[in-house]
């Protein structure tokens, strides 16, 4: 005679989860590595935290009361000092430097990534691809002096073109491989069907790789502008006049300025980040997909 073994149900006769469910639901999770990654959260946002906090602060409530506890007092000065010193005129140099720089470095970036992968057969262009490569490995610190020499010759010296032209070169590596690893991944029946129909190279490139590329393009543009944004070595050499100042080289010489005012520098280091922010929140998702192109296969 056979005998019946009961079992506990996963789910009761009124839909809801039944215990052996409710533990396979959790059994799934990796608690060590939650738990890290809020704690790592935690140690990035504290600086931000005590950063914006500070800006509303005076300089004499500052020093008497808690670093992390928030104001009482809400205070602007701060901020009206900071814009007092010229700081409009740095932002403005900046967003120069930075479209500037960043627009033609990912349009010439885009051609290249498309022609080295449609033109993988061609011998000079797996050439100009291994050159491109080479530039991942050449600091800019390597090749300040030489650079500095060739903006003197060109009469660029003090000016914005003189960090915008260095910075051009500089974004068009890194942009190229990661574009082209993206173009890569485009099914070649796509290409194919295009020719069929009587487009060019040209148009082929424009109308198909462009709008499918779009967040490696978005990738490349937000990570671009990060770092010419943050740039500090190429304005420090090539420019001079405070006219010509970019924020980066603006903050150092407001730190020498408000002296041991830790406000007013948290309120400026504030106001240049917030561009940041904004860029980021905007293209987060297509940042993520863009980096992770091309490492599927």
């Given amino acids: 005679m056979s005998t019946i073994t009961e079992r506990t149900p996963a789910t009761t006769v009124t839909g809801t989860p039944g215990p052996r469910a409710k533990k396979s639901r959790f059994r799934g999770y990796n608690w060590f590595g939650g738990s890290l990654s809020w704690l790592w959260l935690f140690v990035v946002m504290l600086p931000i935290y005590w950063i914006v906090i500070t800006s509303f602060k005076t300089q004499d409530t500052y020093f008497v009361t808690n670093p992390l506890a928030p104001p009482t007092d809400l205070t602007f000065e701060n901020y009206k000092a900071v814009i007092e010193a010229d ?11 930075t479209v500037g720089a960043v627009v033609p470095a990912v349009v010439v970036s885009f051609m290249a990534g498309y022609a080295i992968v449609r033109g993988a057969a061609n011998r000079t262009i797996k050439a100009m691809n291994w050159i491109f490569l080479t530039g991942l490995a050449i600091p800019l610190q390597a090749v300040i002096i030489p650079v500095y020499l060739i903006i003197i010759k060109l009469k660029l010296y003090d000016t914005l073109l003189a960090i915008i032209l260095p910075s051009i070169a500089f974004a068009i ?5 990661v574009l082209s690893n993206f173009i890569r991944d485009v099914p070649k029946e796509l290409f194919e069907s295009m020719r069929m129909d009587g ?4 148009g082929t490139m424009w109308r198909l790789a462009f709008p499918l590329a779009r967040p490696a393009l978005v990738t490349v543009t937000i990570y671009s502008a990060l770092n010419i944004w943050n740039g500090f070595l190429l304005p420090l050499v090539l420019t001079q006049s405070p006219d010509q100042r970019a924020i980066p080289l603006a903050l150092a010489n407001f730190q020498g300025q408000f002296g041991i005012n830790v406000p007013a520098i948290a309120a400026s280091v504030t106001l240049t980040t917030v561009p940041i922010v904004i860029l ?14 091309g490492f599927g296969k």
């Fill in 173 to 177: 590596p890194l942009s190229v491989i």
């Fill in 199 to 202: 487009a060019s190279e040209w």
């Fill in 87 to 97: 700081f409009v005129r740095y932002f403005f140099n900046s967003v120069v430097i």
């Fill in 280 to 293: 980021y929140a905007i293209g987060r998702r297509q940042l993520l997909s863009g980096l992770t192109a």
